[in-house]
């Protein structure tokens, strides 16, 4: 199985940056295509950015397009998510997620990693 795991969460001012790191185990990774998503308390988790295996595709939630940029570099088995202009409503638990097939969207990935914390203050 893949292991996931996340780091560089934090907390940061309105406006702010923030880069967040998901760490894959295996030579698998190139495989894979991979997701951010988030959950704030009292909220159901919600797709954020995904990634393709290549990292030729990419997609955003709207309401983080052009804030947060996805990447991946399959040589580190890892991938980031560069939040830029970040806003309260950011503030959640974001997870990296990773599978082979299905859709880039929606929250049915077969890997999980723990999650990192993200706290934007206004």
């Known amino acids: 199985q893949v292991q996931l795991v996340e780091s560089g969460g934090g907390l940061v001012q309105t406006g702010g940056s923030l880069r967040l790191s998901c760490v894959a185990s295996?030579?698998?990774?190139?495989?894979?295509?991979m997701g951010w998503f988030r959950q704030a308390p009292g909220k159901e988790r919600e797709f954020v950015a995904a990634?393709?295996?290549?990292?030729?595709?990419?997609y955003y939630a709207t309401s983080v397009k052009g804030r947060f940029t996805i990447s991946r570099d399959n040589a580190k088995n890892t991938v980031y998510l560069q939040m830029n202009s970040l806003k309260p409503e950011d503030t959640a638990v974001y997870y990296c997620?990773?599978?082979?097939?299905?859709?880039?969207?929606?929250?049915?990935?077969?890997?999980w990693g723990q999650g990192t914390q993200v706290t934007v203050s206004s």
């Open positions: 997620a990773a599978d082979l097939y299905g859709s880039y969207t929606n929250t049915q990935y077969a890997y």
């Open positions: 295996g030579r698998t990774f190139t495989s894979y295509r």
């Open positions: 990634i393709s295996w290549s990292g030729s595709l990419t």
